[in-house]
């Protein structure tokens, strides 16, 4: 760590994130944000089981002649999963959707059958064109970007809005939630729905098309789906006491397998949070999960420390994961290790949305702050 290191009291977040901001007791601004901006949207008490009960009957009334009441993206990751369960106590009828972006750990697999069995809902996988996938993959990588997981993201999130549109579906259920995803540092990532971003730096480093893929706009995800379609994406997650151990362990119920930390469902996610993020640009994701866990009262901070005290990744399992990744993606050892290490770029250095999107945002807090409620309807 630099000497000029410094941490949260509080929390575990620290000067990686450089917009970090500490008052004068050593308390961060992520603590703040969750404090006056989080606290007064998360609902774990009588409040939010009445909200979700009056949303499970808007969806009901809503699918009552339909097949389907709402749709459900099932990762195989302990929030979906978790979601899913109460999806199935709540008696809601979901269209059950899996994106196969063809990075699926075995455990991944496995966990989703146990789920939709165990619900007896019918799963839809979608399977994303691999070469295209591929291309996506490698033209990020040689674009020297932080986010790489904006191809995986993106594909998922575009896959579940046009499956919703195509079956008259309204709401978008999403396992994301406050109680364990609340702090996450903006200077370290650019959004995964600007697909003119996407598109720019698959023209500049990529080597072919990405037709076959379902890439929107940020226009599209901002506004024409919630306006235009009436698409609203509700997170149930964030109206129940949440906590992530007690979800693993009613998980394991159903032969849940664990995969060793959050998003690890994916092996590329893994790979991209525990080395690359760290390894390129000192960001440890587990200090945002951690600090959200902390601040919603699901572990101490003593106990996050622990957890950061281990390492990221054991030697052996860096090694067999590097030698699975490039062997998918189709590359030499060589050509591979120097992808690692491309130049350091900034997403916002290719042609983006950056400038709608910072104004769409800015202007929603003003009128937020104006009106004292929030007008976002993906949030
Ligand atoms: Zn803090």
Redesign the pocket.
């Known amino acids: 760590m630099p000497v000029d290191h410094r941490e949260?009291?509080?929390?575990?977040?620290d000067t990686t994130d450089p917009e970090i901001v500490f008052d004068d007791n050593g308390?961060?601004?992520?603590?703040?944000y969750?404090d006056n901006e989080v606290k007064p949207r998360w609902k774990p008490d009588e409040r939010g089981a009445e909200a979700l009960s009056r949303q499970i009957a808007v969806m009901r009334e809503y699918g009552r002649k339909r097949e389907y009441d709402c749709i459900l993206g099932l990762s195989g990751g302990v929030d979906s999963s978790y979601m899913a369960l109460k999806v199935k106590e709540f008696g809601l009828r979901p269209l059950v959707i899996h994106v196969d972006a063809g990075w699926n750990s075995e455990s991944a697999v496995s966990n989703i059958k146990n789920i939709v069995d165990h619900c007896g809902w019918d799963l839809h996988t979608v399977v994303m064109d691999w070469p295209e996938i591929r291309e996506l993959q490698l033209a990020y990588l040689r674009s020297g970007v932080a986010n790489q997981d904006v191809p995986q993201d993106h594909v998922f999130f575009a896959s579940l809005y046009k499956y919703a549109v195509k079956n008259s579906i309204k709401t978008v259920l999403s396992g994301g939630n406050l109680a364990t995803e609340a702090?996450f540092p903006r200077s370290w990532h650019y959004t995964a729905m600007d697909g003119k971003n996407i598109r720019a730096i698959n023209r500049k480093h990529g080597s072919g098309s990405i037709k076959k893929l379902p890439i929107i706009s940020f226009w599209q995800y901002y506004f024409y789906y919630p306006l235009a379609k009436g698409l609203k994406t509700f997170r149930p997650l964030n109206f129940l006491p949440y906590n992530r151990d007690e979800a693993i362990e009613e998980l394991k119920k159903i032969g849940f397998k664990e995969y060793g930390s959050k998003h690890c469902e994916s092996i590329f996610t893994k790979f991209f949070q525990r080395y690359y993020l760290p390894h390129r640009f000192g960001y440890d994701k587990r200090r945002p999960h951690l600090?959200s866990q902390i601040?919603s009262g699901q572990i101490t901070r003593e106990e996050a420390l622990v957890e950061l005290s281990e390492p990221l990744y054991s030697e052996r399992e860096l090694e067999n994961d590097k030698l699975y990744l490039r062997k998918k993606l189709g590359l030499s050892q060589d050509e591979f290790e120097k992808l690692l290490e491309a130049p350091k770029r900034k997403a916002e250095d290719y042609p983006s949305d950056e400038k709608f999107y910072k104004f769409v945002k800015s202007t929603q807090a003003r009128v937020e702050k104006k009106l004292g409620l929030r007008i976002r309807r993906y949030s």
């Open positions: 949260c009291v509080r929390c575990v977040m308390v961060c601004s992520h603590c703040h969750f702090i600090s601040l």
